[in-house]
């Protein structure tokens, strides 16, 4: 079974300044990974996925990920915030393989100060 | 373009009360579709998913039942609540088993008094 660690349940950054919200999964096979964003009671929107390919993923709005399977992690980045960036950030994994099942994070909370 | 729609936006209700959200797709045939409970502040727990009409699978037990009546809609319903089910419910479609992107709906929330 899949799961996945999202440490960071809180994270503030300063506008400008460059973001890493950290996620680690667990599975045995080939992961299909993903970071969705969350704004306050709505539903989620995605921010991207990894599937296969170059390990370095692009988003929408700037941000990335990179997948490095040695150490079962798939961070998300962007180099400059801002104050729309706040949010709810979860990191989800699926299993390549007849599997219905997604897996989230706990979610980290982004707060981006002027 | 796809479109995902859930009612109702919130409900408040009783202790022992029952219960039905619904949530319906257009613009997509035969969709996967999933229910997925949160937690005020919390992490998103998929509750049930079904890939046609009539075939709900369940992947974790919380006294709620869901039905799919039709390839474009999706029931999450009980017949009583408990406060434990408080909580926002996501409605949500891929196109892939498991391996495509989630679409979210926009929610409901739930208040169980």
């Known amino acids: 079974a899949q799961s996945v660690t999202q440490p960071d349940a809180r994270v503030t950054v300063s506008e400008g300044a460059s973001l890493q919200l950290r996620c680690k999964y667990s599975y045995s096979g080939t992961p299909y990974l993903f970071w969705y964003v969350q704004y306050p009671r709505q539903g989620l929107q995605l921010l991207l996925k990894y599937y296969s390919g170059d390990p370095v993923v692009q988003g929408v709005n700037g941000f990335e990920a990179e997948f490095i399977k040695s150490n079962s992690s798939f961070h998300l980045r962007k180099a400059s915030v801002h104050w729309s960036d706040s949010a709810v950030y979860f990191c989800?994994?699926?299993?390549?393989?007849?599997?219905?099942?997604?897996?989230f994070g706990a979610g980290t909370r982004l707060k981006v100060i002027a | 373009a796809q479109t995902i729609h859930q009612w109702p936006v919130a409900e408040i209700k009783a202790v022992g009360s029952p219960l039905s959200l619904g949530c319906t797709i257009k613009g997509k045939s035969s969709p996967n579709l999933y229910w997925y409970w949160q937690a005020t502040g919390g992490t998103l727990q998929q509750l049930f998913y079904?890939?046609?009409?009539?075939?709900v699978e369940s992947v974790v037990q919380l006294n709620l039942s869901a039905s799919r009546p039709k390839d474009d809609q999706f029931i999450l319903s009980t017949e009583k609540l408990l406060l434990s089910h408080s909580g926002f419910y996501l409605c949500?479609?891929?196109?892939?088993?498991?391996?495509?992107?989630?679409?979210f709906g926009e929610g409901s929330k739930l208040t169980v008094l």
């Open positions: 989800a994994v699926s299993a390549s393989t007849g599997n219905y099942k997604y897996v």
């Open positions: 079904s890939i046609t009409v009539g075939q």
């Open positions: 949500a479609w891929s196109l892939s088993q498991g391996t495509g992107q989630l679409y």
